[in-house]
């Protein structure tokens, strides 16, 4: 029998490559239809701050309803919109004047903010139910699986849109649709609604609240990581254009090269360093981040496609590091039954860095290409300041604690 945990793997990482297709791709979708760089942020904001309201609302219904339910909404519904997507960069991209392209970048944009609803409960839901089958000595492990889905994600969904894309632009979000049904289809009928403590409005009402003094640290080297690699997926398809003077098909395959070595650094960061050296989480965030830091100050200063592949490899490694020891460090801070609510709020913290980040670097990058790069190298250097100041006292988190 299959463990559970691969069966979250699988919900886990499906999502995450539609939303690795979507990034990429919509710098060149948005130019092929003669939409702006700022529009291009607006469908990938508009999807994380639904994500937000997914996260929080359902990662907390999960407590009470149990994870397999919640589990099913996200994905279906994922699904659904994701196939609906395709349908509307087709036609905005074969009939735009059907029914205008403004008609369609609103639809495009609704189409966005429903999705990242249905986002928001999966990796939130998938991490509560990932703690609930471990203990406190494997939860690092654990969180690093879950980190491996977001990583392979991020390799196989660009891989995905770089093999298929060729047929048209919309064909990588129909095929996402389809594998995304089919772990569904898996998950309804494999995945146990097991629960590891009471589910019940009693419980709810009774467990103790997560005390944001307690956790904050941890979600803001997620939340500032987060913004950095979004203004990065973003903006990158805009930059290599510009700066490699390069069509729009062929910045489209680079970007998606450059992010698939990204997505296989950070696999391979989690197996040949994470879950082998097994290092406390404040120790990979401390190496990991100015690791990340270095990879976005080599893309600030330098041109030329090899720097850019030693800058996105760096991005990879540090964020195999840091990424999942923030997650695993949230948390190993609260007991069991607040793995739902914390859950949540890290789910929501990696979103709110995608609402700002878009935005702000396509804002940015309107100005001055090298700016949003910038912006990044701040972000993380403030990151890295954070954790070697105030780190040591607020992560110095052993197994034991877990529970209190």
Same mark, same amino acid.
């Given at each position: ?14 999502? #995450? ?57 996200? =994905? ?21 004047? *059907? ?28 991490? +509560?139910?990932?703690?609930? %089958? ?34 048209? =632009? ?15 289809? #898996?998950? $309804? ?17 009774? +467990?103790?609240?997560? *005390?944001?003094?307690?956790? #904050? ?30 069509? &729009? ?16 650094? @950070? @696999? ?5 360093? @994470?879950?082998?050296?097994? #290092? ?13 830091? %270095? ?21 990879? &490694?540090?964020?195999?590091? +840091? ?27 990696? +979103? ?7 935005? *702000? ?19 993380? =250097? ?5 954790? $070697? ?16």
């Amino acid at each position: 029998m299959i463990h559970p945990k691969w069966i979250i793997f699988s919900s886990i990482f499906i999502s #995450w490559m539609g939303v690795a297709v979507n990034n990429p791709l919509m710098a060149p979708i948005a130019r092929s239809m003669g939409l702006t760089e700022i529009q291009a942020g607006w469908l990938i904001s508009i999807t994380a701050i639904m994500s937000i309201i997914g996260s929080l609302f359902l990662g907390r219904k999960s407590d009470t309803l149990g994870r397999k339910k919640i589990l099913l909404i996200g =994905m279906t519904g994922f699904t659904i919109t994701m196939f609906f997507f395709g349908i509307l960069v087709q036609m905005g991209l074969s009939k735009p004047t *059907l029914i205008g392209i403004e008609k369609i970048f609103l639809l495009l944009l609704l189409i966005r903010l429903i999705q990242g609803l249905f986002f928001g409960a999966i990796p939130s839901t998938g991490q +509560a139910y990932m703690a609930d %089958i471990t203990t406190g000595k494997e939860r690092l492990s654990a969180m690093a699986l879950i980190g491996s889905a977001n990583g392979l994600g991020f390799v196989l969904g660009p891989m995905l849109g770089a093999f298929t894309v060729g047929f048209h =632009m919309a064909t990588p979000f129909y095929i996402s649709a389809f594998l995304t049904a089919g772990v569904t289809i #898996w998950l $309804w009928i494999s995945l146990t609604n097991k629960k590891t403590h009471i589910y019940s409005d009693e419980n709810e009402s009774t +467990a103790k609240p997560i *005390l944001f003094s307690k956790v #904050w640290l941890p979600l803001a080297c997620s939340l500032l990581l987060t913004m950095a690699l979004s203004i990065l997926q973003v903006t990158s398809g805009f930059y290599i254009q510009d700066t490699l003077h390069i069509s &729009i098909k062929a910045a489209t395959r680079y970007v998606t090269i450059l992010i698939t070595i990204a997505g296989i650094s @950070v @696999v391979l960061t989690q197996i040949l360093i @994470v879950n082998r050296f097994r #290092w406390s989480p404040i120790t990979l965030i401390r190496i990991g981040l100015p690791i990340v830091f %270095i990879g976005f100050f080599l893309i600030s200063i330098t041109y030329g496609i090899f720097y850019l592949i030693i800058s996105f490899l760096l991005i990879g &490694i540090g964020t195999g590091m +840091a990424l999942p020891a923030s997650m695993s460090a949230a948390s190993l801070m609260v007991d069991k039954t607040q793995q739902g609510k914390i859950a949540g709020m890290i789910t929501a913290a990696n +979103a709110a860095g995608s609402i700002i980040a878009p935005l *702000l670097g396509t804002y940015l990058y309107h100005f001055y290409p090298q700016s949003p790069y910038y912006t990044c190298v701040i972000l993380l =250097m403030g990151a890295s300041l954070l954790i $070697w100041t105030v780190g040591r006292k607020k992560l110095n988190i052993s197994s034991s604690e877990v529970g209190k």
